[in-house]
Antibody, heavy 122, light 111 residues
Framework: QVQVVESGGGVVQPGRSLRLSCAASGFRFSVYAMHWVRQAPGKGLEWVAV????????YYADSVKGRFTISRDNSKNTVFLQMNSLRPEDTALYYC???????????????WGQGTLVTVSS | QSVLTQPPSVSGAPGQRVTISCTGSRSNMGAGFDVHWYQQLPGTPPKLLIYGNNNRPSGVPDRFSASKAATSASLAINGLQPDDEADYYCLSHDYSLSGGVFGTGTKVTVL
């Protein structure tokens, strides 16, 4: 079935880096844009970043711009989120989600993974 | 950062109808971008409830319906059931971000 599975979360000190991965299966990965969305403990959903199907277009939320980088490997059906200069306010459950289209247009996000928890603390 | 505004909470007795509003701006819903709705049960990822303003994925009961007009949208739950207790979020696209924008979230409580 169509699914995405995140990994790579953990506890990291402020200022350090972490790389998240999202493995996709059950659909033609290279056809669809992919998103990262995060949810801080007890808070709402926050869109983080999107990458187009071929990796040429990438967009970021202002809160992570310049610190996070989204990328993908279509040969391995995987999307990544490289997170640098991490801050305590980046602590959240990070979800990967498939877009319904090829670029970040009017598409909806489905499915979502179970998420991977990132905790930034000294 | 753009955001879509929802009421923090709504409540209703079993069998009643509740509605959740989602208010945006000219850079997202007002620009003609679609609205999608998600249901999030405690400890689980968001589940797609409505896509493309008013379409239900297979398996979603027809008790759930939605509409969109200009810079606002709404989700209605008819015949409220205890299993409907959850957080609900709207989602649209924002051209100033070139990315997604979520609503602030609404907690539905079944009395």
């Amino acid at each position: 079935q169509v699914q995405v599975v995140e990994s790579g979360g953990g506890v990291v000190q402020p200022g350090r880096s972490l790389r998240l991965s999202c493995a996709a299966s059950g659909f033609r990965f290279s056809v669809y844009a992919m998103h990262w969305v995060r949810q801080a403990p007890g808070k709402g959903l926050e869109w983080v970043a999107v990458i187009s199907n071929d990796g040429t277009n990438k967009y970021y939320a202002d809160s992570v711009k310049g610190r996070f980088t989204i990328s993908r490997d279509n040969s391995k059906n995987t999307v990544f989120l490289q997170m640098n200069s991490l801050r305590p306010e980046d602590t959240a459950l990070y979800y990967c989600a498939k877009d319904s289209g090829a670029v970040a247009g009017t598409g909806w996000f489905d499915p979502w993974g179970q998420g991977t928890l990132v905790t930034v603390s000294s | 950062q753009s955001v879509l505004t929802q009421p923090p909470s709504v409540s209703g007795a079993p069998g009643q109808r509740v509605t959740i509003s989602c208010t945006g701006s000219r850079s997202n819903m007002g620009a003609g971008f679609d609205v999608h709705w998600y249901q999030q049960l405690p400890g689980t990822p968001p589940k797609l409830l409505i896509y493309g303003n008013n379409n239900r994925p297979s398996g979603v009961p027809d008790r759930f319906s939605a509409s969109k007009a200009a810079t606002s949208a709404s989700l209605a739950i008819n015949g409220l059931q205890p299993d409907d207790e959850a957080d609900y979020y709207c989602l649209s696209h924002d051209y100033s971000l070139s990315g997604g924008v979520f609503g602030t979230g609404t907690k539905v409580t079944v009395l």
